[in-house]
Nanobody, 126 residues
Framework: QVQLVESGGGLVQAGGSLRLSCTAS????????MGWFRQAPGKEREFLAS????????YYADSVKGRFTISRDNAKNTVYLQMNSLKPDDPAVYYC???????????????????WGQGTQVTVSS
């Protein structure tokens, strides 16, 4: 079983950038496809991005395509979410997630993921 810990959240001005990290322990991260999600108060958890085990495939929600970039460094057991051009509607708790599904591609459904981090808060000031 893998444990996930997010970091890198904080307060940023609109138009600014943040890079979130998700570090895994307990298992080698390369055996999992990974995803990033977010949840704002009163809203459902929203898919943002996914990356395959070998990083040969990525997939983004339309809401973040062109602004956010998911990447991974399997040697460091870490997945990243680079967030640029942050907007006033981006604030939320951001979660990383791992799936042990055998398919070697990417996943966008909440139910596709088996392991979740505790989340990191992102706040955007206008």
């Amino acid at each position: 079983q893998v444990q996930l810990v997010e970091s890198g959240g904080g307060l940023v001005q609109a138009g600014g950038s943040l890079r979130l990290s998700c570090t895994a322990s307990g298992r080698t991260l390369s055996t999992y496809a990974m995803g990033w999600f977010r949840q704002a108060p009163g809203k459902e958890r929203e898919f943002l991005a996914s990356i395959s085990r070998s990083a040969d495939s990525t997939y983004y929600a339309d809401s973040v395509k062109g602004r956010f970039t998911i990447s991974r460094d399997n040697a460091k057991n870490t997945v990243y979410l680079q967030m640029n051009s942050l907007k006033p509607d981006d604030p939320a708790v951001y979660y990383c997630a791992a799936t042990s599904a055998s398919y070697s591609g990417v996943f966008s459904g909440i139910s596709d993921y088996h392991y979740w981090g505790q989340g990191t808060q992102v706040t955007v000031s206008s």
